[in-house]
Nanobody
Framework: QVQLVESGGGSVQAGGSLRLSCAAS????????MGWFRQSPGKEREGVAT?????????YYIDSVKGRFTISQDTARNTVYLQMNSLKPEDTAVYYC?????????????????WGQGTPVTVSS
């Protein structure tokens, strides 16, 4: 059974940094699109970034996090990371890791099959 477990959330002041981790039980001998999403109270879930596990590795970011967030993966550890720098209060949300098997397409608009339980991030001003 595929499982995704997020960790690394917490509270930080504006301008600070956090690194989220997603430990995945999915087999990396198959290629997957891995993504990070977030949802704030009263708002719809928003895709933040994606990374394709195959070659060549490709990443995608929404405009609001470009230059501040970095998605990466450690295939040996089956773990995907989201490094978040220069955090802003509007980044406050529950962050979710998600995945689906892919032969190349990888975008936040795709239909993600597997989801983690989420990890909360709070950025205070």
């Amino acid at each position: 059974q595929v499982q995704l477990v997020e960790s690394g959330g917490g509270s930080v002041q504006a301008g600070g940094s956090l690194r989220l981790s997603c430990a995945a039980s999915i087999p990396y001998n198959n290629n997957y699109c891995m993504g990070w999403f977030r949802q704030s109270p009263g708002k719809e879930r928003e895709g933040v970034a994606t990374i394709y596990s195959g070659a060549p590795t490709r990443t995608y970011y929404i405009d609001s996090v470009k230059g501040r967030f970095t998605i990466s993966q450690d295939t040996a550890r089956n773990t995907v990371y989201l490094q978040m720098n220069s955090l802003k209060p509007e980044d406050t949300a529950v962050y979710y890791c998600a995945a689906f098997p892919s032969t190349g397409y990888c975008h936040v608009g795709a239909d993600f099959t597997y989801w983690g339980q989420g990890t909360p991030v709070t950025v205070s001003s």
